[in-house]
């Protein structure tokens, strides 16, 4: 019988006990023993929840492009044990990033699973039935492969913000499942996000904690930032048979490989293996690369690259791409100003959040307000519009930008609206901001 390792709600008990290593006495996590090695790395979802609410998030987002619903949780789930901070939760005010490992580890999201699986094919899933107070649990031993299963007689929600006490979190159970998954045990530190009992509904748990952030980099050792590669951004094209461009760092000369989502590249069901583009050279200092797209064409998800070598350290954080059709939603950017109703000399700070990771911004102004279209996207401000800042983005999204209302100003109305351009090319915009100057 596999040994399982469980989430429980209030006191139950850990089935199968482990033999544990034990940490520096300010740690409390604990590791299983073993590491995924790279090609065990991938995870796809079975999504066989039934419950209302587990499949009631249909909004997308830039970071998580091409899935919804309980597949968005898992994916986020995943990323959240990520070497690198790579985006917020937008629109989960339980999260301000997700990617909090820092080690050299990274999960590969492999998209939608055709069927549950059997205990070694890294798929999530639900299962019918209960066990007293437990709520989800992983099948070990985890180094060949593993299986997560959540019990359906819980109320379970993909939702992305706070979820209703009434029902149990998909995110953050997952995340604590991920992490047995990836090598770690049950935490003695009770606000771990691998402490054995889930807090309350489980959304605390979607965000680990330092002393899970100490277990991954255990196991994995914290992030090299000098061997693992990374990935800034992605040009040129995504279309079957385009040429794409990717920026980033750490690149071996010759033998990357390039990870792709494989639910469609294998006729939906792949056995879990990524579709990988073989023998990529890389140029500039081992800081491009360009790759052609498959004829098949690809689904949006995200790249990683493996740089030459199985090593622990040859695998990227998962850089985010979408394909969907049609443009984003608008105002999908947060813009706000100290002060509408400035003087003249007077200095003013305009915030942003919300908008695309590493996008290029512009932070736009116009004397009218009777709407433009900029890269097919719908912005409120009217043409013509002049630059007021610009730059890139962080991880976060976020940005500021202070400036001195000049004298020839006085009396005039300004309209202002922040412009962002993501890795694919794709426009977002945000809310407009009016000033009325005194
Ligand atoms: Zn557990």
Known sequence: MNKVLNLALGSALLVGAAVLAIPSSADAYALIGGKLQINQRDFRCSNDFSDPYANDNQTPHANWPGYQGANMSMWKAGSEWSSRNFGDGSGDGTQNSVGDGL??????????????????????????GSSGGVLAYCEMPHTDGWRIRFYESWSWDDNPGNTSSARMDLQGVATHELGHALGLDHSSNGSATMYYAASGNGVSSRSIESDDKNGVQAIYDPRDTAVLPTITSLAGSLAAGGTCTVTGTNFTATNNTVWLNSDVLNSNDSGGEPYKITGVSSSNGGTTLSFTV???????????????????KSLSEGHPF???????????????????TPNTGQNVTFDWSQAPAWATYELLYSFRATGSVINGQNFDIGAPHNLANSGTMGWDGTGSYTVRIPGKGAGRTVYLELRADDSTG???????VTLNIN
């Open 103 to 128: 080690a050299n580890f990274n999960f590969f999201w492999n998209g939608e699973a055709s069927n549950t699986g059997g205990t070694n094919d890294n798929i999530i899933s639900h299962l019918n």
């Open 294 to 312: 498959p004829s098949s064409g690809i689904e949006s998800g995200a790249i990683h690259i493996q740089m030459d070598g199985a090593g622990q």
């Open 322 to 340: 979408d394909l969907a059709a049609g443009p984003p939603p608008t105002d999908s950017i947060l813009l706000t100003v100290t002060d509408t």
């Open 426 to 432: 794709t426009t977002f915009d945000s809310n407009m």
